[in-house]
């Protein structure tokens, strides 16, 4: 028979994977309502905006270099989460484990606590990677606006920019995701909690609408 804490583990897992379900859903049958879709396309459109204007190389730079130290500042996040996190599982992993097995007893504290180490790689990868286009961006938007080489490169600043901001959106929403396995950690069933009260707020972060409408 499955105990609670397995149940309230399962729970909170459950609630953010339906969510994330739907919301994969929602992006291929309506990506205009959601904000993730209509923000890549405005970043899109500023970097061919700034690119058609004479004299904004200094502002795409400053622009740039803003976005660069916010995916920087989640990466540090998720780098020293995921130090404290390797020390909090270390200890869990060395009292599962037997001299004679092959593998640790799995019990719902340890299972929970492998989530929030993938969580916090997942931010650090993603972090990362945001930080490696927009650096390429950089490059790109420093170029004179009228020069030939950035006119060459101008198809791959925009690609750069959309997939940097992607990639940072990413990065910050495992770092909320994280909060609902930490809830659970300290007690089984406020991770239900923390779970579906994230999801409520996920919900209005996600929706994309303009305040006129």
Not at 65 to 72: E, F, I, K, Q
Not at 173 to 179: E, F, I, K
């Amino acid at each position: 028979m499955i105990s609670s804490t397995w149940l309230a583990a399962i729970a909170t897992l459950g609630i953010i994977a339906a969510y994330e379900g739907w919301l994969a859903v929602a992006q291929r049958l309506a990506p205009a309502r959601l904000a993730r879709t209509a923000h890549a396309s405005l970043r899109e459109d500023w970097f061919a905006a700034i690119s058609a204007q004479p004299s904004s190389e200094i502002l795409a730079v400053q622009t740039l270099r803003n976005s660069l130290m916010s995916a920087t500042m989640t990466a540090s996040t998720a780098v020293l989460g995921l130090m404290g996190a390797l020390s909090l599982t270390a200890p869990t992993l060395g009292q599962a484990s037997t001299v004679t097995a092959a593998w640790p007893h799995v019990t719902p504290r340890l299972a929970m606590e492998l989530v929030l180490l993938c969580l916090l790689f997942a931010s650090l990868v993603a972090s990362v990677m945001a930080v490696r286009y927009y650096n390429h961006a950089g490059f790109i938007g420093g170029m004179p606006v009228g020069a030939p080489q950035r006119q060459r490169w101008a198809a791959a600043g925009t690609a750069y920019v959309r997939k940097a901001g992607v990639l940072y959106s990413w990065g910050l929403r495992q770092l909320l995701l994280v909060v609902p396995v930490v809830a659970y950690l300290l007690y089984p069933l406020a991770g239900v909690a923390a779970a579906s009260l994230l999801v409520i707020a996920l919900i209005q972060f996600d929706r994309y609408r303009i305040e006129n409408e």
